[in-house]
């Protein structure tokens, strides 16, 4: 071979071997996921935990196509407001996410699902649980909780089958989800023959609470349900002890503290309605926790777990539609069958977690203690 053959095959083997190198750089792919960071240890263990599956499935090479991807997580402060979350989620779909981790609220993802339907993106929520999200039709909402409407029907068996009295206050904080939990909850409570006795909302922002409480202990409540945020829960809980009032305060997952399971400043005998398995079922569950105190500072929550599971089942749906597509994807979610750490996920047509769990905790020497498990397998 002369000097100039040897010389074009060199040169032809350098780009071959510059386009072998150039095909096989991963193409960066982002997932939204919108947060109260600067204000919830809670929503920040949702981050950690989402970016956990991240950093898991970008270590197993995923291919796309044939081409290799980096999944990289993209958040964005919305201050649990609907008004900053449209905006997060147009940044999102500027962006281009494949999907978006959240809103964490029903009232942010309820202003949100519309543009992310528009935009064909799928949005799979880890921790906002309104009925009325997936009423909407929109086929790009996923639940990963169970709805209200099943959380109202466990709520009545707990009044019927598990507390003895039966005069009860209901009472929620104005949002979408407190107030439509809070009648889907009396319409159960109808079904098993139980009337309440006094029904009454406050603001979001409320906090002062003694007066209202003292109104119920007047009218010999037995027991308060209240559907809204930690700080007020917690607000109903100290009420109650203050006026000395017998009331039995049965609150949900929405309330639920940052210190769990320690009760923080819940008193003894509250009962909470969580969503999920207790984590000494779940097999998967400890390996969980100890890659995730390795890398984070951030107290494992009541939705650290959900938040993992919703990154991870988006992946695999994108790993079994092999697509970046997000119209694509979001058609896998509808039919998939996925193993996660929270236990099996799928979804219904509407986008409903099928079969969800849901556990009863009671605070018991400043513990919050699993007392029955609700399995609707």
Known sequence: MNIAKKLTALIWLSLLCVSAIANDTP????????????????DSSVRDAAQLAVDDANKT????NGKPVLFQLLSV???SDANFAVVAANHFI??????VIGHNNTDTSRATSGLYENA?????TPSATGSILTESGYKTIFQLLGGSNQTAKYLAEIVAHLLPGKRIAVIDNGTVLGTGLATMFIQRLREQGIEITARESVSPKLTGLDNLVANLKAQSIDVIFFTGFGSQAT????????????????????AINEEFPDAGKYAEGTLILLH???TDKLPGYKAFEKRYRERFDTPISAYTLFAYDATSVLIAAIKKADSLVPSA?????????????SGPISFAADGRQNSPPYTLYQVSQGKWRAIKIFDSN
């Open 61 to 64: 090479s995923i291919r796309i």
């Open 329 to 341: 994807i979001g058609d896998t979610l509808h039919s998939i069958q996925y193993k996660g750490v």
């Open 276 to 278: 999920g398995s207790p």
């Open 77 to 79: 402060e919305d201050k």
């Open 235 to 254: 607000e109903f809980s100290r009420s109650i002890k203050q006026v000395n009032s017998p009331a039995q305060l049965l609150v949900t997952g929405g």
């Open 120 to 124: 064909g993106i799928p949005q799979i």
């Open 94 to 99: 500027r962006m281009r996410v494949v999907g």
């Open 27 to 42: 193409q960066v792919v982002l997932i939204g996921l919108p947060a109260n960071l600067k204000a919830s240890k809670l």
